[in-house]
């Protein structure tokens, strides 16, 4: 079999030419090798190998879990600097969804920011609906906790056709949002409008829970196109800092999921 014409392929042992000869050490002639040694030795790491691992993709997601608990903390007892968290995580957001390549520190810096805001409101939510908060939490890690399990039991795998469908929704959901931002901002909502649109009844329902129980499962088959997105990276051996734009996919979803909640839980304590 002829080598390899690529230098950088023949540098590695592995695409050496089955008959190319190596240099002998003679110190090591008559010598056994060792084989317990080779048999115990530890499996090579992402950092080792530079390539994305689920291992190293945990440690990067509890990383900036752990980033926006810390700047969460201070959000609670200064809620002002949620709204700079919010401009500034909206900011970063849009930016770190767009790059071909990810930025490790800009998405850190997006999880202090988004932990500035989500520290604000929760402080804001649970002085008027006392409890709300605990409530959005558990939920959060309970929808987290089913989607990983029936994903990793190869019972929920994302579709062409369900992530058409889900596009299509997110496009309706962000005009929806953008529309009662806008109308709890600028339109004068009332004390019994305090949520603007979704504080309005469908059916004597509040259009708010109806909407919100939607986002929630949109935020469900977004959990799996994150771990979709994690669980190919990996198998294609994609380069080792995509495992942060795994963890940057999880974050945004699961802060989205924990608003929803919040939103849904505040609604159910007005009524």
């Known amino acids: 079999m002829a080598a390899s014409n690529n230098p950088a392929l023949n540098r590695v042992p592995a695409f050496r030419a089955a008959g190319a000869p ?7 002639v008559g010598e056994a090798p060792d084989l317990e040694a080779l048999f115990t030795a530890r499996s090579a790491g992402a950092a080792e ?22 700047a ?7 809620p002002a600097l949620a709204i700079v968290g919010a401009i500034v995580g909206l900011v970063l957001g849009l930016v770190n969804a767009f790059k071909r390549k990810p930025s490790p520190a800009l998405i850190i810096v997006y999880a202090a920011a988004q932990g500035l805001f989500l520290g604000g409101i929760s402080s804001i ?3 008027v609906f006392g409890g709300v908060v605990i409530q959005a939490v558990i939920a959060t890690l309970g929808v987290f906790g089913v989607m990983l399990a029936l994903f990793a039991s190869g ?24 529309v009662n931002v806008g109308l709890m901002m600028f339109g004068g909502v009332s004390s019994n409008l305090a949520f603007g649109l979704n504080s309005m009844t469908f059916m004597g ?13 949109m935020g469900a088959y977004s959990l799996v196109l994150d771990f979709e997105f994690i669980k190919n990276g990996v198998e294609n051996r994609a380069p080792r ?22 939103r849904l839980f505040a609604i159910l304590s007005r009524n």
Not at 72 to 78: A, L, N
Not at 155 to 176: D, E, P
């Open 22 to 28: 190596r240099p002998v050490d003679p110190s090591t």
């Open 49 to 70: 190998t530079g390539r994305m691992s689920y291992e190293d993709t945990v440690i990067k997601t509890v990383s900036l879990f752990a980033v926006l608990l810390a």
């Open 72 to 78: 969460g903390v201070v959000g609670w007892f200064v």
């Open 125 to 127: 939510f649970e002085t």
């Open 155 to 178: 019972k929920v795998r994302a579709s062409n056709r369900l992530t058409k469908v889900f596009l299509g929704a997110m496009v309706g959901y962000l005009v929806y949002s953008l």
């Open 205 to 217: 329902i509040p259009l708010g829970l109806i909407v919100g129980i939607l986002a929630v499962l």
């Open 241 to 262: 800092v995509y495992g942060w734009q795994g963890a940057f996919g999880l974050m945004v979803t699961l802060i989205w999921l924990y608003v929803e909640f919040l």
